[in-house]
């Protein structure tokens, strides 16, 4: 069995998907060929954003975001602890703090309270002027972006909206994408629509941000490539990538999502009486980037994965560490006891094999190991 199988999705596209990357290959139009903007428009139609900016991966993504909000050194960004790297990293990597928040024992994302509460320790220290907050969709559920909403604008802070594990959710009949004053995605090859390699888009209802986007895109150009008027990166998404995107979007958008909903509520349903399985708060849909599961301990998690491991079911801690426990923010001095929450998700969290071309009777193969081991 595989964790998330993208061999059979290939097989399941795969005349489709060999034309279209034989298309690009026959054109030579490797880099920003019209399958690029082809995919941006396909993208901002669907979650109803006037631009999409594509790149070259989500983390470059969340970094673009920040670069042309001028988010740099004295600027403190706000980043849930219980999410992948990349997510804090970047807030680093432009000079800027990130100031870790604690998240929801239900849904894994931040939680607002806290988030009200770390802004205003963070300006009655006084070291940091607070500027943005990273909200992550984790595992395909959007953050709760309501209550978001009110506390940014109370505190004047920017909304980058992380939606590398969120494409295709939402709340109500809103997108994800869609949350955030600039949101980002990642195309990685497991992410709920993802490429063949590496990939990531911008989004933003914002002209002035869409442009600056698009020069920090290319070497921060300006009227050409060779005019260069600030310092970018080169962070393109490949023409190959985007064919391969075009062609999986529509089968994401119209199957993938739908069945990824009835093998959650499969698992759930087998599940429920045994583990503590997700919650997906009223109104709310997720695209079911993991389906994260959690155990009493961390012994009975860790136990639990060998056991799976010997039946040849594979399983993913996500994640393993906090955000603030990270050596790479060791200069920070967070406080371990701030984050209680996040301390215990990252002992007892498993996530199972998840896919939109799974079989039911893989679902219910996995669901009665899970079953025996925890009645044992
Ligand atoms: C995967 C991921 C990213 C980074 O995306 P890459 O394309 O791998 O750079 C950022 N944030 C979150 C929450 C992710 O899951």
Sequence with gaps: MEFRDLKRQYSYLKDEMDASMQKVLADANF???????????????????????????????????????????GDAVFVPDFTFFSSGEVVSA???????????????????????HMIEKTEAEGKW????????????????????RLIAEKYHLLILEDAAQGFGGRIGEKRACSFGDIATTSFFPAK???????????????????????SYRVHGKGSSKYDNIRIGMNSRLDTLQAAVLLTKFPVFAKEELEREQEIAACYTEHLKDFVKTPVVRDGFYSSW???????????????????LKELG???AVYYQKPMHRQQA?????YEDTD?????????????????????????????????QYVSR
């Design 192 to 214: 709920p629509l993802g490429c063949y390699g590496d990939g990531g888009a911008v989004f933003t209802d914002n002209d002035e941000w869409a442009e600056l986007l698009k």
């Design 289 to 307: 980037a993991q389906y994260t599961i959690q155990l009493e301990d961390r012994e009975e998690r860790n136990g639990l994965q060998s056991c």
């Design 313 to 315: 079911i594979p399983s």
């Design 329 to 333: 923010f060791a200069n920070m001095s």
């Design 94 to 116: 432009v000079g800027a703090a990130p100031v870790f928040v604690d998240v929801d024992a239900d849904t894994f994302n931040i939680d607002c309270a806290l988030l009200a």
């Design 31 to 73: 880099i920003q060929g019209k399958q690029v903007a082809e995919l941006e428009k396909a993208l901002a139609d669907y979650t109803e954003m006037k631009h999409c900016v594509a790149c070259a991966n989500g983390t470059d993504a969340l970094q673009l975001a920040l670069m042309a909000w001028q988010i740099g050194p």
């Design 129 to 148: 002027t607070p500027k943005a907050v990273v909200t992550v969709d984790l595992f395909g559920q959007p953050a709760e972006y309501e209550k978001i």
């Design 339 to 371: 984050y209680p929450v996040t301390n215990r998700l990252s002992e007892i969290v498993l996530s199972l094999p998840f896919h939109p071309y799974m079989k039911e009777e893989e679902i219910a193969l996995v669901a009665d190991a899970i079953k």
